[in-house]
């Protein structure tokens, strides 16, 4: 067990050291206000506390940003600070991906290999999950975004054509250099799912290397990471988006992309007692027998992102290697905890309601709707 808590070092201290940590950070949090921005919209600018090496997982990540007046948009590059990679520790390790399309039960489809090569940290920032506000209130991140270092290879994800290589992409502007998706590559790839077409996003590129009407297959190189658009740390901002290739049709990467092997993801409805979800809702969660949070996730926030047509999902944390976990979060003034457990290469499926508490169990059977061949087909 010490074993898998030094693997997950940027969150999974030793005991002893959790109090002078807990210090450090709040001396480092009180006085690292920084400017972020990464969001693939109209920049707002906005001051938030940004985490940093040993905050990640701590409760103390949240930004208070809702204090700051309001300024006015501005399109203007500004400066995105990301967490340093002791964050996501640059020694840490996953076990090689499943193979892809990978998928456990029918309404499952990681369908994606990692657009990063397993020889780099290829998986998703734990503090710019898909969901979240970072960067101003009322704007979502729409994708996920994984650390790499300027001039790392960057990968289809899956088989398709490049449908879009430029600045613009989110101006509908070629060659806006001021478009925070800086340069992009989107791929239109050669599989939907339930009649929908799918494309993935590439953005922050140093470097452009595909081109439009190229067809190109899993693994082969777009282009190179870096700091282009809305950001300043170099990293890779990557979205999966459904029926229509735009900003409003993204889902969460992490229900898309393959797990390492052994390891699982945990997927979660939880909803108030008007039925409705909770978000932006804190919930803990740590491996057992742990004192110490693995993560702290966030539900998603309200705006342009959208829950899995099968789980409607308003949380997912992927990547956790199988075994007891437990949640922790309060709810009305309550701290509740639950246990459950993580299968390789599964989804474990959860809701919490305001009547019932927390329960682990399969989805709703899909309604007709939802079967192939009768979904709505966006062109
Ligand atoms: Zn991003």
């Not at 939907?192 to 590129?205: D, F, I, R, S």
């Not at 309550?334 to 959860?350: A, E, H, M, R, S």
Request: aromatic share 12%; charged share 15%.
């Amino acid at each position: 067990m010490k074993e898998f808590l030094s693997m997950e070092s940027g969150s999974s201290l030793p005991y002893y050291n959790s109090k002078l940590l807990h210090l450090k950070i709040l001396l480092i949090v009180s006085i690292l206000v920084l400017l972020v921005s990464c969001a693939p919209s109209i920049p707002t600018i906005e001051t938030v506390l940004t985490p940093t090496a040993v905050i990640a997982g701590e409760t103390a990540t949240e930004p208070p940003v809702q204090s700051e007046p309001q300024p006015k948009p501005t399109i203007a590059p500004f400066r995105f600070v990301l967490p340093t990679p002791g964050a996501e520790p640059i020694s840490g390790w996953r076990p090689p991906l499943y193979p892809v399309p990978w998928a456990v039960s029918t309404y499952d489809h990681f369908y994606f290999a990692r657009p990063i090569a397993a020889d780099n940290v290829n998986w998703p920032l734990a503090d710019y999950r898909y969901g979240g506000v970072f960067f101003a209130p009322n704007i979502v991140h729409t994708g996920v975004d994984i650390d790499a270092d300027e001039g790392t290879p960057i990968l289809a994800a899956g088989a398709g054509t490049v449908v879009s290589a430029d600045w613009g992409l989110y101006t509908e502007a070629p060659g806006n250099q001021r478009d925070p998706y800086g340069q992009a590559v989107v791929l239109r790839h050669d599989f939907g799912y339930k009649g929908q077409t799918l494309y993935t996003v590439y953005a922050h590129m140093s470097k452009i290397i595909a081109v439009v009407g190229q067809h190109v297959e899993t693994g082969d190189v777009l282009g190179l990471v870096g700091a282009t658009g809305a950001t300043t740390g170099p990293h890779l901002h990557f979205e999966v988006r459904l029926g229509e290739n735009t900003f409003y049709r993204t889902y969460n990467p992490e229900l898309w992309m393959a797990p390492p092997q052994g390891w699982g993801i945990l997927v979660g409805r939880l909803t108030d007692e008007d039925k409705n979800l909770l978000h932006q809702f804190t919930v803990e969660v740590r491996p057992m027998p742990s004192e110490v949070p693995l993560r702290t996730v966030k539900t998603y926030a309200e705006g342009a992102v959208n829950s899995d047509l099968y789980y409607k999902e308003n949380l997912v944390l992927s990547d956790l290697p199988a075994g007891l976990y437990k949640l922790t979060f309060q709810y009305k003034d309550k701290w509740l905890q639950y246990w459950l457990d993580i299968y390789p290469g599964q989804v474990t499926y959860f809701t919490f309601t305001d009547k019932d508490g927390l329960k682990v169990a399969a989805p709703p059977v899909p309604t007709l709707d939802f079967l192939p061949g009768t979904a709505t087909v966006t062109p």
